[in-house]
């Protein structure tokens, strides 16, 4: 059976077509977490704009044949206190099935989707919270999601980059101490440094997974990507033009993590949560190569 699995976000709404394997990736940045700082409920034209990308994605599953449609939201639904009254809605309205899952859930799939039963570990950079996960011999032995993304680091610190590398030097000692492993970056921010490294147009997911950042050069990226205006970022190669106001963020927040826990290198994947939660939900028995 093809199944449609969306990933509703705090900043991009993304949905994979699935038929026991990962058949097309899709993304649209919506921003739902934006202004989450400020307030404590989901902006009405950011919920439109997901409502809207939902609504699309769907009839692209349905043309290609899908028959089942699964939603689970993150980090921004989960704070916001109209996020459940917003899952509901997404039913009404879509009639894709959401539920709201936690960040232990939301690290626990990642984690899955990722390395597929192998021992390591992720950072998963998101809209509004960041999860470090780290597994060996086969059982997770470190899990904690971070109650900060590019987008709320934007929010907190606008284009500021030397108030947000101080926003983040100071946040992620929340992580206590974390295993030594082989790390991967997963989301939108790790795919999209990816890219831009690689200079990649239009975008290859195939180049992308399994890309090698180093620490340095996440440090190079940050800076470059923080010297230059908005506007100049929506033209760099691998990057969406939508993530231009939060890319440079996202670096910062990478390279403190990097720095802080002494992560000299992290691999890029392609595979992440949504592979996870289809493979939690429909189960697949994982490759441990």
């Known amino acids: 059976m093809k199944y449609a699995i969306f990933d509703i976000g705090s900043n991009s709404v993304r949905m994979m077509l699935w038929e026991g394997k990962t058949l097309e990736k899709r993304v649209r940045i919506t921003g739902l977490g934006k202004g989450l700082n400020a307030g404590k409920v989901l902006d009405a034209a950011a919920m439109a704009r997901t409502l809207e990308a939902i609504s699309e994605f769907k009839k692209y599953a349905e043309e ?6 699964f939603a689970y939201g993150t980090a921004a639904m989960r704070r916001a206190e109209n996020g ?4 509901e809605r997404i039913v009404r309205e879509t009639g894709v099935e959401t539920e709201i899952i936690d960040g232990e859930e939301e690290a626990a799939i990642g984690l899955r ?26 059982r997770k032995i470190y899990s904690y999601s971070l109650d900060l993304g590019t987008v709320t680091l934007t929010d907190a610190c606008g284009q500021n980059a030397a108030e947000a590398e101080r926003y983040c030097a100071e946040k992620v000692k929340e992580y206590g101490e974390i295993p030594k492993a082989e790390y991967y970056g997963i989301g939108g921010t790790a795919t999209s440094l990816a890219a831009i490294d690689l200079g990649t147009e239009p975008y290859d997911p ?26 100049e970022r929506k033209k760099l190669k691998g990057l969406q033009p939508e993530r231009a106001d939060v890319i440079a963020n996202g670096a910062i927040l990478l390279r403190s993590i990097m720095e802080r826990y002494g992560i000299e290198e992290i691999t890029v994947s392609e595979s992440d949560n949504l592979e996870g939660y289809a493979l939690s939900r429909f189960g697949k028995k994982e490759d441990k190569r």
């Not at 990226?221 to 506007?231: D, P, Q």
């Open 64 to 69: 290609k044949g899908a028959e089942g449609y």
């Open 113 to 138: 989707g990722a390395l597929a039963g192998r021992d390591g570990g992720i950072v998963d950079i998101g809209g509004a919270s960041t999860e470090i996960t780290v597994a060996s011999g086969g």
């Open 84 to 87: 459940k009254a917003f899952a």
């Open 206 to 231: 195939a180049q992308v997974n399994g890309h090698r950042i180093g620490l340095k050069r996440i440090g190079e990226i940050a800076k470059t990507l923080s010297s230059m205006r908005v506007e």
